[in-house]
């Protein structure tokens, strides 16, 4: 089945730092999602990203999809102590037509101020 | 206020015990997903649902059982059988329609069910 991975598992920054965590796909995705998940707290949607190539950006985050819609990034320019949290990638699958998406493990950010 | 209410916030489970998740939604979904997370983990899909009186099992169905008889709820049942039922259990819906928005979650505060 589909398996989608999430690298770093764990990153730990200064304050100011840049952050970026990378998901990658076993298998050609039709659409990757972001969801961002305080300590303590649920995800909560960030962004979609469709087209292959597409790159999106909200403020201080910017989101990339592969040429081959197999992978993924998010980059945080400027990191602040509110990035705290668990970046997860979801992607939903255009080979078998699993109608529910597959989340990757997440990416754990801590932010030294 | 429109959203996804789980309930209860914390469960404990005795020994051979089922026990029911609450999931209700008032966004007019008709696509609604129960997920497991554990501690440092990512969200694994139990067991999911796109439209009234039908579910699908996701990839960690053994030891759960769900219902979908009204399009606003989806309880989840952990049964006797699962052996490691401790975790953070979320629920999520989505439109379920075509489109691009189609399947974009909205989660539950989730349950935290814990073995006695």
């Known amino acids: 089945g589909q398996q989608v991975m999430q690298i770093p598992q764990y990153q730990h920054v200064q304050e100011g730092e840049d952050f970026t965590t990378y998901c990658n796909s076993s298998?050609?995705?039709?659409?990757i999602q972001w969801y961002k998940q305080r300590p303590g707290g649920h995800p909560v949607f960030l962004i979609q990203?469709?087209?292959?190539?597409e790159v999106k950006k909200q403020k201080r985050l910017t989101f990339q999809f592969g040429e081959a819609k197999k992978n993924s990034s998010l980059h945080i320019t400027a990191t602040q102590t509110t990035d705290v949290g668990t970046y997860f990638c979801?992607?939903?699958?255009?080979?078998?037509?699993?109608?529910?998406?597959?989340f990757g493990s997440g990416t754990r950010l801590q932010v030294q101020p | 206020d429109g959203g996804i209410t789980q309930s209860p916030k914390y469960l404990f489970r005795k020994e051979g015990q089922n026990v029911t998740l609450s999931c209700e939604q008032n966004?007019?979904?008709?696509?609604m997903y129960w997920y497991r997370q554990d501690p440092g983990q990512g969200l694994r899909l139990i067991y999911y649902?796109?439209?009234?009186?039908?579910?699908q099992k996701g990839d960690i169905a053994e030891g759960y059982s769900v219902s979908r008889e009204k399009k606003e709820s989806f309880p989840l049942t952990v049964t006797s059988a699962q052996k490691n039922p401790t975790a953070f259990y979320l629920c999520?819906?989505?439109?379920?329609?075509?489109?691009?928005?189609?399947?974009?979650?909205?989660f539950g505060a989730g349950t935290r069910l814990s073995v006695l």
């Open positions: 979801a992607g939903g699958d255009m080979d078998t037509g699993r109608r529910a998406l597959t």
């Open positions: 649902s796109q439209i009234v009186n039908d579910f």
């Open positions: 966004l007019n979904h008709d696509a």
């Open positions: 999520a819906s989505s439109t379920g329609a075509q489109g691009q928005a189609k399947n974009i979650q909205y």
């Open positions: 990203l469709v087209k292959s190539g």
């Open positions: 298998t050609t995705l039709s659409n």
